[in-house]
Structure formats: C-alpha cells, structure tokens
C-alpha cells in the first residue's frame, strides 16, 4: 500500500429512430455488452442517424477551441453544453452527477473511475508518434530540494495524485531507477490546477513533482532554475496517452451513441487541423486563448510532437493494462483487464477521419 500524507483534496466538485435491431428489451449493462432495459447493446453497431433535440455536455477545451476557429461548430447536428472542466477527478465527479457526457484524460482517471464504482468507456485514442523524444511530464524539483538527479530522490517528499497520470508518472519513475514508495514520502497532493505543484514546490511543501512539459515547466525554470530547480527526464516509458471516455449507460442511450460517433469524427478531425495548422493553432489558441507569447505557443507546440490517432488500439490497450497493473499493485485495487475499458465500434471511426482530414487539410 502506498504511504501518503494528504495536504489536499480535489474540490468537486439521426431524424430517424435507431434500427429496432438495435435495441433489448431487458436487460443490465455489463462488461459483456449487455444493454438496460431498453437501451442500446454495447455489441450492437452504433446508430449513424442523430435525431433532433439531441445534446452532449463535452469537456473537452482544446476540440472545443478548433471547432470554433474553424466555425464547425456550427453545423454540428446535435447542441452542445461545453462544460469547462480539466483533470480526470473533476470529470469523475461530473459523471457520477451525471452533468458530464464526455471527459478527456489521459490513462489514468477511467481506470480510477471503474475503481470507484462508476463504469466508462473510452471511444478515441491519442498518442504521440515518437512518445520517448516528446514525454507529457517531467520530474520538477524544488529549488531547495537538494535533488539533482532522479537517484536523489530517496528520502524526498513527492507529489503524488492515484488517480491522475501524474501518480503513474512518479511511481515508474520511481522504478526506473530502482526506488519503491517505501523509499520515498508520497504526498497525496491532486494536480487541479498548473499551478498546484509548482507553487508547492516554491514553497518548499515538497521537494519533487511531475509537471507538464510545456509551458509551466519552462516557466518554472525560468523562474526558479537560478535558485537550485530542476527539470528530469522520468525515464523511458510512454506517458502520452489521451483519450476521452464516456459513461457507460450514456452509450446505451441510441441518440447518444450516435452523436457521439459524429463527435468522435469531429474530434479526430480537430486533431488533424491542429496538426495541419500549427500556426494557426498557435495563434488561435495558446496566443489568443491561453494568453501565451507567440514564443511560448512555438515552444508548446514543439515539445509536444506529432500526434498519431492508431488505427489499432492495441498499444493503447497494452499501455492500459500496464498502468492498471502498476497502480493495482500500489494502492492494493483489484486489477482488471484494459480491453474492458475500450469501445472498439469507435476505433475505425476515429481513424478514417482523422486520415482523411490528414489527406484533404
């Protein structure tokens, strides 16, 4: 079991009817593809008609933001909500309110969210092309910390969120250079904001933590490099997956399901615009959005690399069960296989898009 001090906690707070093919009349969802009574099977292939009057609440900013530099968001043919919402706790909670249809993450808050009773799954898959060269985390040290590489961290006091990445990024990290938990002090601290970890490490409440690897590390460097602050490479493990998820029971719902095919389409078609335009993406979201200078939006935009939409999950799925296993073992959860985790109805959906948004920009 993992030993933690908790400082913090996360504040939570289509005209045409489906097919009757596509439909039980009894039933409970389970991981098998069962449906409610009622509703769509999990097995069944998904609805491609959206009926008027369907709406989604999505959290998702960055797609958000295409859709509306590119003014696709106009004829989307379902309404909606955009629910401002980041970090895989936040979106746990909205799903378990029910006020949320689709949340992004990265691998670990769906894991979380099967652990804590509330049954997802993911319909897109991201990654990145070369996942070594551009990691999504790095190991920031505090400026008083005393820490200079990885090896120094035994005995030090570490950020750490179970439910997030962040906390699948310190344990490998940890094994990669031959440390346990035991070695260490985890500081349960979730990351609910860029700023979280970085001003708990100014203030010396911690000594390391995983952050970003863009702006707010470069940032942070800048800021407090001169007084002893770090930037580590974790090591060579992958740690780019995204992916967004959704509730189970909102697949099983016919209008849903197929708005939600025609979301992942639109999705898929965003991340080939933000790869086909990246000046344009720089300019339209990290300048006039996220407020960075044109210097910083470059920078973003490097050190993330290229995306790649797979046309098979399968390294995704493996890259899933590795961290189901991983965080199982730690926090004494029970593990489960990945594959349950995945709709693969949407898999070719997201790929064709994104191909051919690819081939036509």
């Given amino acids: 079991m993992l030993r933690a ?30 449906a409610r009574a009622g509703g769509l099977s999990l097995a ?4 491609e008609a959206v009926p008027p009057g369907v709406s989604l609440s999505i959290g998702d900013p960055t797609t958000q933001k295409v859709l509306q530099i590119t003014g696709w968001e106009r004829s989307l043919p379902f309404r909606v909500n955009w629910v401002h919402m980041t ?12 006020a949320l249809d689709v ?12 652990w804590v009773g509330m049954p997802v799954k993911i319909i897109a898959v991201a990654q990145r092309q ?11 040290t505090g400026p008083k910390s005393g820490v200079r590489t990885l090896d120094d961290l035994r005995g030090k006091r570490i950020a750490f969120s179970p439910g997030q990445v962040q906390g699948e990024v310190v344990l490998r990290a ?11 002090t985890l500081v349960e601290m979730p990351s609910t904001g860029a700023d979280v970890y970085i001003n708990a490490l100014a203030s010396a409440q911690i000594d390391a933590a995983p952050i970003a690897n863009g702006v707010a590390a470069r940032h942070y460097l800048q800021n407090f490099g001169k007084d002893g602050a770090r930037l580590l490479a974790h090591g060579p493990f992958r740690d780019d997956l995204s992916d967004l998820y959704v509730r189970t029971e909102t697949l099983q719902d016919p209008a849903k399901a197929a708005a939600l095919r025609r979301y992942v389409e639109l999705w898929a078609r965003a991340q080939a615009w933000i790869e086909t335009h990246p000046d344009a993406w720089a300019a339209g979201y990290y300048q006039k959005d996220q407020r960075l200078s044109a210097d910083d939006a470059r920078y973003v935009i490097k050190v993330t690399g290229v995306r790649d939409i797979p046309r098979d999950w399968g390294s995704a799925v493996a890259q899933e069960q590795g961290a189901i296993d991983l965080m199982a073992r730690q926090t004494g959860r029970k593990a489960f296989p990945a594959a349950d985790l ?17 081939a036509h920009p």
Avoid at 89 to 95: I, L, M
Avoid at 103 to 114: K, M, N, T
Avoid at 130 to 140: L, N, Q, R, T, Y
Avoid at 177 to 184: G, N, Q
């Fill in 5 to 34: 001090k908790a400082i913090g906690r996360v504040a939570v707070a289509l005209v045409l009817a489906a097919p009757v093919a596509y439909f039980l009349a009894a039933g409970k969802p389970d991981a098998g593809g069962g």
């Fill in 103 to 114: 949340g992004v993450a990265a691998d670990i808050p769906p894991i979380h969210a099967v």
């Fill in 87 to 98: 970090g895989g706790p936040a979106v746990t909670e909205a799903f378990h309110a029910k």
């Fill in 130 to 140: 070369d996942p070594i060269a551009h990691p999504a985390w790095v190991i920031a």
């Fill in 342 to 358: 995945f709709d693969r109805r949407f898999q070719p959906v997201a790929a064709n898009a994104y191909a051919a948004a690819v």
């Fill in 44 to 47: 069944a292939d998904l609805p």
């Fill in 174 to 184: 940890l094994a990669e250079h031959h440390l346990t938990p035991s070695d260490v």
